[in-house]
């Protein structure tokens, strides 16, 4: 059975890092074919890709969020981190990781949610 | 502004079949498969539907999904009062080298 869990800080300050942690059990990210993606979800507001990595680690990013955004993996923990840096209130939002199989986002992490605020 | 382009909303009454589009263009949609994700109301998103058609284990055969050319389709029949959610298409974008989401439709069972 195949879980993801997000785990970060609740509450950042503008223009700070936020670094969040994607923990998963049930799957290998060094199996082929497998990554690990980043979404998140505004208040009210759809969902939005951020950033994916795969078993290979090939990297990709959203464009527009391309500058700030670095995503990472720790094989043997069975962990992805992402680090957004200069954060603004815009960034506030519920941030899901998901279980990529290899491009639709098949499993879920229940989301953790930040606040951009100072 | 979302890539893919979906109503806002829309809404059916018990029993009867709703369908929700997903229009894209050729470098995502025309390209690729799409997959269709729906979000119950405080939950985290789950998917429904993935290559275009396909169903995961679990989810009732009243969800079907399909696409021609540009546009994909979601229809849900027999419409029961727990499938009141927001439901969103995704595929792959070939010009973005990422995925990309539609702005969510919001379900309404009346």
């Known amino acids: 059975q195949i879980t993801l869990k997000e785990s970060g800080p609740t509450l950042v300050k503008p223009t700070q890092t936020l670094t969040l942690t994607c923990s998963f059990s049930g799957f290998s990210l060094s199996t082929s074919g497998v990554g690990v993606g980043w979404i998140r979800q505004p208040p009210g507001k759809a969902l939005e890709w951020l950033a994916l990595i795969y078993w290979d680690d090939d990297k990709r990013y959203r464009p527009s969020l391309r500058s700030r955004l670095t995503i990472a993996k720790d094989t043997p923990k069975n962990q992805v981190i992402l680090t957004m840096t200069n954060v603004d209130p815009v960034d506030t939002g519920t941030y899901y990781c998901a279980h990529t199989n290899p491009r639709a986002f098949e499993i879920w992490g229940q989301g953790t949610t930040v606040t951009v605020s100072s | ?110």
């Open chain 2, 1 to 110: 502004q979302s890539v893919l382009t979906q109503p806002p909303s829309a809404s059916g009454t018990r029993g009867q079949r709703v369908t929700i589009s997903c229009s894209g263009s050729r470098s995502n949609i025309g390209s690729n498969s799409v997959n269709w994700y729906q979000q119950l109301p405080g939950a985290a998103p789950k998917l429904l539907i993935y290559i275009n058609d396909e169903r995961p284990s679990g989810v009732p055969a009243r969800f079907s999904g399909s696409k021609s050319g540009t546009s994909a389709s979601l229809a849900i029949s027999g419409l029961q009062s727990e499938d009141e959610a927001d439901y969103y298409c995704g595929t792959w974008d070939d010009s973005l080298t990422g995925p990309v989401f539609g702005g969510g439709t919001k379900l309404t069972v009346l």
